[in-house]
């Protein structure tokens, strides 16, 4: 099997990551990264873009073969076209065609959560696994559904388990009330906790660090979305019946913390679905732009 040399592309909020990627469809690693803030704008972000994928180039020993970028929202892998996304400035955006002319390289474009899932399936904690879904708890939530074992996007749609009414009430930025991520990502917690002491925190991980404490507020807020988690799980269990619910992202961090009330939470619910296994991912923070060199890969191989 070729080892191919890719750089890859992890476009986020409020960052864009890359990182000279080597492997194989199996196996990839990072041998250089760099990083640069994501600018509010289309055109600056695709400046962005090239000038990572030509400082990675120029530190690398060997021709670089393609690029793989991946971003948040609803995207459409086959036609390499950011559909739609909340936060950042594109809307129906061609971005595989038009970065493949300027950059002079194939490139493939893809979800930033299906592409963690990918690397998770093929060299992380999905290993194993034909029916599971991988879900990043960070600023949102989503799922990369492996199903029969291929990950499935639903044209760009599939996935949005943070959008999920698990029936607190809660109203969300996307228009509907009740959703998963209003309480349980990582983002919220550390909103929730403020809002309800007034006291600001920098993240979720400082509340996980005042729920090993036993400071009550930082309890509440943490039993909040474990409860709003288990639901969510719930409903994959009931309509995927997946062998196991993959757990990444900031929040992932917490461990056992989080792993153990929400495993005795689904156990409280369950009632005829298949009891998924709950693991924790095994690439951290790097499965985004991991995803992204395999997507690139495969575009190579295909």
């Not at 760099?34 to 600056?44: M, S």
């Not at 959008?163 to 509907?176: E, L």
Request: proline share 4%.
């Amino acid at each position: 099997m070729a080892r191919r040399h890719v750089v890859a592309v992890d476009i986020g909020g409020t960052e864009t990551k890359a990182a000279l990627v080597t492997g194989t469809r199996e196996s990839v690693a990072a041998q250089k990264h760099a990083r640069r803030a994501t600018p509010g704008e289309l055109e600056p972000l695709l400046d962005v873009i090239a000038e990572l994928v030509t400082e990675l180039g120029n530190a690398s020993e060997h021709e670089i073969d393609a690029v793989g970028i991946v971003a948040p929202g609803i995207v459409d892998e086959a036609n390499g076209v950011g559909v739609y996304t909340t936060n950042l400035p594109w809307s129906q955006f061609p971005f595989s065609t038009v970065l493949t002319e300027r950059l002079g390289l194939p490139v493939a474009f893809g979800h930033d959560v299906r592409a963690a899932g990918l690397a998770e399936c093929r060299m992380g904690a999905a290993r194993d696994l034909r029916n599971a879904v991988i879900m990043p708890i960070g600023t949102g939530i989503a799922g990369a559904l492996l199903l029969d074992g291929k990950i499935y996007s639903g044209e760009g749609y599939a996935g949005e388990i943070g959008h999920v009414n698990v029936g607190h009430g809660v109203p969300c930025a996307c228009g509907q009330i009740g959703c998963v991520e209003t309480v349980a990502s990582s983002a919220a917690i550390a909103r929730r906790y403020t809002a309800r002491t007034g006291i600001p925190v920098k993240g979720a991980a400082e509340v996980a660090l005042r729920v090993r404490d036993g400071e009550q507020d930082a309890v509440a807020v943490w039993h909040e979305a474990v409860d709003a988690l288990a639901r969510g799980i719930l409903v994959l269990a009931t309509l995927l019946g997946p062998e196991a619910v993959v757990l990444g992202g900031g929040l992932a961090l917490a461990g056992d913390l989080l792993v153990e009330p929400l495993r005795e939470r689904l156990d409280g619910l369950i009632a005829f679905q298949r009891r998924p296994e709950l693991r924790l991912a095994a690439l951290g923070d790097e499965a985004g732009f991991l995803g992204a060199a395999l997507l690139a890969i495969d575009t190579l191989e295909a």
